[in-house]
């Protein structure tokens, strides 16, 4: 068991609903174990200029419900040299910080080790839309924004319907296609376009037609936004274009942030929750360097150097003398999450086209 008196929670890379949720059971966690919480405003950049809140039951009582995150976020390249490290450490010494918690995605979790290897034990909580985080199922927020996008997608048909047309949307996701994969299940899409998986494009422009010569008015192509041309351009535009130039009514909708904001799911509340007294938790068992991870509708921990390089594995990244460090046993277990991420993705996949035929 570790005694710590003060612990700093923030909130990094890009925004999450249920972000909030989270701050505040840290917040609650905390409290029954006699800790105090000091807000950093501003991720990294708020460490670094010692812009603190103190965060007391009172101060977060209403905060579950709102989206965005009421500490801010920021990227801070100055975080990652080492004078802006050792400024950000300093802050945790002049203030009585004994740990911290850092919600974002990975780029937040390396900032998180840093400040393990520092001396202030630090703790990863995955807050991103993207569920871009190879070592957990779940990253809070995603179910929010493909609720966000379902029923934009909705309305999109509404107007697609009247008017006879097809839209291709584009939605958020990074490099990771689950966010358009779950969109286009829920909203009856003819077709997703993800980076994970090939894509067929004269195939779905059969499909389109032949919806059309059916007499189907509206149809409803989600394309991931990391998917790309050969020229690095994105692909939604391309297949836009495409399609219209062989003589189909079509309007192109980019989502982008827009999904991002609102109000968190039950879903974002709740796991934000968990998770975030979990984050406690293992500060207090004396644990850090560890990313909260959702496997299999449990919550667990994860050494964060072990999930930063099993995403890596994933994203067919790694570097030489990367796995060096891990045993046969942890290789392994490396490639059985990427092949459950993979299957899981190749599962939505064959949803969408089952729905589409
Ligand atoms: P996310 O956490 O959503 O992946 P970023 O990649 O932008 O978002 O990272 C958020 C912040 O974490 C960065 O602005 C920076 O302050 C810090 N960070 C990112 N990468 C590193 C790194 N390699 N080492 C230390 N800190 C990092």
Request: hydrophobic content about 35%; aromatic content about 6%.
């Given at each position: 068991m570790a005694t710590f008196r003060k612990i700093g929670v923030l909130t990094s890379g890009g925004d999450a609903p249920g972000m909030n949720a989270c701050v505040k059971a840290v917040v609650h966690r905390a409290k029954e174990q006699g800790i105090e919480v000091v807000g950093i405003n501003g991720g990294y950049a708020g460490l670094i200029k010692g812009d603190l809140v103190d965060l007391t039951s009172e101060k977060v009582?209403?905060?579950?419900?709102?989206?965005?995150?009421?500490l801010y976020t920021s990227r801070c390249p100055?975080?990652?040299?080492e004078e802006g490290i050792g400024t950000a450490v300093k802050t945790c010494r002049d203030n009585g910080i004994d740990a911290l918690i850092c919600i974002g995605g990975d780029g937040t979790f390396r900032g998180a080790t840093d400040m393990t290897f520092h001396g202030v034990p630090s703790i990863g909580v995955p807050g991103t839309?993207?569920?871009?985080?190879?070592?957990?199922?779940y990253t809070i927020g995603l179910d929010t924004s493909i609720n966000t996008a379902a029923r934009l997608i909705d309305n999109l048909r509404d107007t697609n319907e009247s008017h006879d047309r097809c839209g291709v949307v584009e939605l958020m996701g990074n490099e990771c296609g689950q966010i358009a994969l779950y969109a286009a299940i829920a909203s009856g899409a003819v077709a997703c376009a993800i980076p994970e998986r090939p894509f067929d494009e004269d195939a779905v422009i059969r499909r389109i037609f032949a919806r059309r010569a059916a007499g189907t008015r509206s149809t409803i192509v989600v394309v991931a936004e990391g998917l790309k041309t050969p020229e690095g351009t994105p692909y939604s535009e391309a297949f836009y274009k495409k399609i219209k130039a062989l003589g189909i009514q079509a309007k192109f909708f980019r989502a982008a942030h827009v999904i991002r904001g609102g109000r968190p799911t039950v879903r974002d509340r709740v796991t934000a929750a968990r998770m975030g007294n979990r984050a406690v938790e293992c500060l207090v068992n004396g644990e850090s360097n560890l990313v909260v991870c959702e496997e299999d509708g449990k919550i667990t921990t994860m050494d964060i150097a072990f999930a930063l390089i099993a995403d890596r594995m994933y994203k067919n990244k790694l570097k030489e003398?990367?796995?060096?460090?891990?045993t046969p046993e942890q290789i392994d277990r490396m490639k059985a999450i990427c092949e459950k991420r993979r299957t899981e993705i190749a599962a939505l996949y064959a949803t969408v086209e089952h729905i589409a035929q």
């Open positions: 009582a209403n905060i579950i419900g709102e989206g965005g995150t009421v100055e975080f990652k040299t839309i993207d569920n871009d985080i190879t070592a957990t199922d003398g990367d796995l060096d460090r891990f």
